[in-house]
């Protein structure tokens, strides 16, 4: 049996849901989604920042944040650093209730979404492409795959960020529960590591170790994740989750002709941070100004200054990791908060920039351009 449409979109994952909900906003209906999973996981948090002058995400969604936080924490050998985010507020939302809101809008629509389904083959022919699943085979004017490509991340090799995650409930009240622990750095001269924190309560949080690595070694990470778990007399772990988010500046737009790729090797996923939530929500937004279905209106749109000082940094990280704690320190406590807000939410002004620049470590940062360059 075969079923013909105009778009099917590969992977029901944040992009691949923001996209259909995006495309039924100008009336294209014709497509499909196709997803491996048979369920929605709750295996990830969307953190984001929020405040004057930035788009307001909150508005896209009915369901409320999870939590959210008026003030920062930095740690860098032993010492804590606390940023005031003054009327900004750093903010979080659960997977699950993202994606299922996301994905009962496109089911009431009618929209055929095909899941707990492997995809066998994709292949081009006369009319376009065809996928052939376990019992079916679907005919498509245009693929948008949304999985991770990995002959691209092959050609271009980049630091990866890798985490592992728990949700705890601790036997004590130790967690400031207005103070988010953005960066807890742990020492070492092959890979940046620290711990992040996102307090619900005050024996209540998400504990996440993460690497800045360019090896993907989930064991490695976990064994500094239990021994990090350890200090906070654990009562209970009331979910878990993994992840591996790509750190480079280089992204796969486009594979063959009406072949389109989306997600995080795509743009979906910030270089320097790995932050996603926020420019899906921003390119959601930038669909909506396109009149019809194009390469122009699926492309996340590149910010040039951006992504220069993201290249930068990331040629700093990669050649000196040692350096990282300090210059994140510098960044978070000499740079205004709102123009390191601006900077990671992708909304900076051309004052940001500057003020960035002036701010950071000249040398370790004038050496970084220097490898960007003759590596």
Partial sequence: MKQKFDIGIIGAGLSGLTLGNSLLSKKIKNFILIEKNSHLKNDKT???????????????????????????????????YKIDLGSYRYACYSSESILDELYKKITKEGIKVERGQSINHVKKNQDGWEIKLKNKKILLKNVIDSRPNKIFDDKYPSLKQVFVGSEIISNQNIFDENVVTLMDFSESNKNVIFTYILPFSKNKALIETTFFS???????????????????DIKEITRTEQAVLPMSPYIDRKMEEQYFRIGNFAGASR?????????IALWAN???????????????????????????????????PKKAPEIFKVFFTKVPISSVIRFLSD??????????ILKLPKLVMLRGLINLYVK
């Fill in 347 to 356: 909304q900076s002004r051309l004052v940001d920039y500057f003020v960035i």
């Fill in 286 to 320: 930038q669909i909506k100004t396109k009149k019809e279905f194009c390469y122009d209106m699926i492309h996340h749109k590149e910010n040039y200054l951006t992504n220069w000082l993201d290249k930068i940094f990331l040629s700093v990280l990669r050649s000196n």
């Fill in 46 to 80: 969307y953190s984001f920042w929020s405040g004057p002058g930035l788009f307001d995400i909150k508005k896209s969604f009915s369901v409320k944040p999870k939590k959210e936080w008026s003030q920062i924490e930095i740690k860098v050998k032993n010492k804590s």
């Fill in 214 to 232: 360019s090896e993907i070694n989930f064991k490695q990470v976990g064994k500094i994740h239990d021994l990090t778990l350890k200090k906070f």
């Fill in 271 to 279: 270089p320097a941070s790995g932050y996603a939530f926020t420019r």
